[in-house]
């Protein structure tokens, strides 16, 4: 089982681990701050390094709470240690995404009363689609001033790992469909931009979106009476 330096802290950007398995080009650690992919989040890459040799790290993947990472070339074998050291640029662009996804559905739901139902993001730009019947053009620069509101309001935000009872029993996260999480999961984490929004989540996040910096919101489209996408971007 890989110990997921990622989830308790975002901004490990090296680290030290052991090979404990290799499959094909893939090598699982026992520890790694290497982001799988996951919840709309691309996966991290970067390099693994040992004895003067590196690999370059070009896919990350979670399967059975082992976390594989596909290497070029020969992999080093079982037991041996490496230091892994991500593309930081990229990560942190795609924290700073992921934050101000966040910042987006929380004044939607907030202001509006809309929830949304799936998302994707790439480092610096990102798109959620939302129930939100009254979304219309007009409303763009509206939501997009109500959330440069929230960066400039440099919000904190926190990370939780909670056992499942505990989170089933709060609201805001009732409401983001924590119900559908699959029935084996005994604890949760939880991101939390403090005071504006609480969600059920395993990615990377900045620790205040102060970090985000200016959104812009560059597309919108209905997909029908009720769907509606809105994308946004930011800068580097
Ligand atoms: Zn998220």
Redesign the pocket.
Known sequence: MTNLLFQTDAYVKEFDATVTAVEGNAVALDRTAFYPGG??QPNDVGMLTAGGQTWAVSKVRKANNEVWHEVDGEPPAVGAGVRGIIDWDRRYWLMRT?TA??ILCGVIFRDYGASVTGGNMEPLKGRMDFEFESMRQELVREIEAKINVEVAAARPTRVKILPREEAFQIPDLIRTKINLLPEGIAEVRT?EIVGLDL?A?G?THVANTSEVGAIRVVDYKSKGKINKRIEIEIGT
């Open positions: 919840g709309g992921h996804m966040h991101v969600q989540d990615g």
